[in-house]
């Protein structure tokens, strides 16, 4: 790994299959070992259920409130500087239940590639 500074680009935020903005702040096959993403949801809408396959993600909320569901614990609520671990393969889930947008990195290890996301069959 180099030291570089990147930038993201805001234009290149897409609204993903799964119900959510992303915004890919860090993703290079470049750096196998971690991608970090911008999500964002808007008020009232609940992702789709999915896992990631053999990989790891870690929320870190920034905006907004939320609830989340990860495999078998009980929904959570969840707001600004609140941390999610999410393990490999287990199911997850979030839904915006406040006013505003609900915002939060995602930072995967390895890094996230669309293989590796798996919706689950309700």
């Known amino acids: 790994m ?3 500074i990147h930038q993201p680009d805001p ?4 609204l993903t299959r799964e119900g959510c903005w992303i915004l890919e702040s860090w993703n290079s096959p470049s750096d196998a070992a971690v991608s ?8 009232g809408t609940t992702t789709q ?7 790891e993600e870690r929320y870190l909320i ?15 609520k969840v707001g600004p500087g609140d941390i ?3 393990p490999a393969e ?10 505003m947008d609900l915002i939060f990195y995602c930072v995967c290890t390895p890094r996230f590639t669309p293989a590796c996301y798996q919706p689950c069959v309700v």
């Open 62 to 76: 920034i905006a907004g409130s939320g609830l989340v569901k990860i495999g078998s614990l009980a929904p959570a």
């Open 84 to 86: 999610v671990v999410i």
């Open 49 to 55: 259920l999915h896992h990631l396959l053999g990989v």
């Open 36 to 43: 970090i993403a911008r999500a964002r949801v808007t008020p």
């Open 90 to 99: 287990e199911s997850q889930q979030i839904t915006n239940d406040g006013k």
């Open 11 to 14: 234009t290149t935020e897409i």
């Open 2 to 4: 180099k030291s570089t």
